[in-house]
């Protein structure tokens, strides 16, 4: 479950800025699903700061509490667990080594993400947004190609797939909407995809494929929905689906350029340094 819902929180929080102090403050609300099925609201809180090269996110809910710190130059995240005290430093290389080391010879499935415009727009929070939609659909068995998952598990999820399918409003005349931009690319373009849902130990396959296609849209997506949806056949499949699809809502709640410390992208005292 943690997994599951750092992968909305990490998709929905994609904010940044390369030449102005950016903060954004998103609220994630995940209803019906898997959320139905676990007893307990899902309304994550997730706050980015960006300055520089480098971007903070707190991602905060009843049933996670993580902070992720990446540098777009060195291309290195560290991931801070307030509750355990430690930072786990990644770099690509100790995230790919660590991955062929647990399942040598396997090759992460392609998973192509697709985003069109629609040509529709409406107005929120005193913004134009223009809609885009998008689709994609991943085997439940590859999502965990660093072979982390039981072989057992991993033969029941075969035949299962998940679709997430929804709508992006994009805003372009939001503050620092060029520059969400220009890190956008400048992130799809490096290795911070992958050590960001790494981290949150979830290797998305298809996630640089994502930002790519999210980094081509001109804007900032202030709100997201997306339908989450269980297909497949079997016991496991059937239990999944019980539940009906989850729905995912995550909206803009602010956006400040107000100047940002360097202290918060440093390793908190007292915290344990545990390298990949």
């Not at 676990?38 to 903070?56: D, H, N, Y």
């Not at 049933?63 to 990446?70: F, N, R, T, W």
Request: hydrophobic letters at 40%; glycine letters at 8%.
């Amino acid at each position: 479950m943690k997994h599951w819902l750092a992968t909305f929180a990490m998709f929905a929080a994609c904010s940044a800025a390369l030449r102005a102090d950016v903060t954004i403050v998103q609220t994630t609300t995940i209803d019906g699903g898997m959320a139905a099925m676990s007893g307990q609201a899902m309304s994550p809180t997730t706050t980015t700061r960006i300055k520089g090269l480098k971007s903070r996110s707190d991602i905060d809910s009843e049933m996670i509490k993580l902070s992720g710190i990446a540098d777009l130059e060195t291309k290195q995240v560290i991931v801070l667990s307030p509750g355990q005290k430690t930072a786990q430093v990644l770099t690509p290389a100790s995230v790919a080594g660590a991955v062929k080391d647990s399942a040598p010879g396997v090759t992460p499935p392609v998973v192509n993400w697709s985003i069109n415009p629609t040509g529709k727009s409406q107005v929120i929070d005193g913004f134009k947004c223009d809609e885009y939609t998008f689709s994609t659909t991943l085997n439940m068995s590859e999502i965990s190609p660093g072979g982390s998952m039981p072989p057992e598990a991993a033969d029941m999820m075969k035949a299962i797939s998940m679709s997430m399918n929804g709508s992006m409003w994009v805003a372009k005349d939001v503050p620092g909407a060029a520059d969400y931009v220009a890190f956008q690319k400048a992130a799809a373009a490096s290795d911070l995809a992958s050590l960001v849902y790494g981290a949150a130990g979830l290797p998305m396959p298809g996630v640089d494929r994502m930002l790519k296609a999210i980094g081509s849209v001109s804007g900032v997506p202030y709100l997201i929905e997306m339908t989450m949806s269980i297909q497949g056949a079997g016991q496991m499949a059937e239990m999944m689906q019980q539940a009906g699809p989850t729905k995912v809502t995550s909206r803009v709640k602010s956006i400040s350029t107000d100047p940002i410390s360097d202290d918060i992208y440093k390793i908190p005292q007292g915290y344990v340094v545990v390298k990949q």
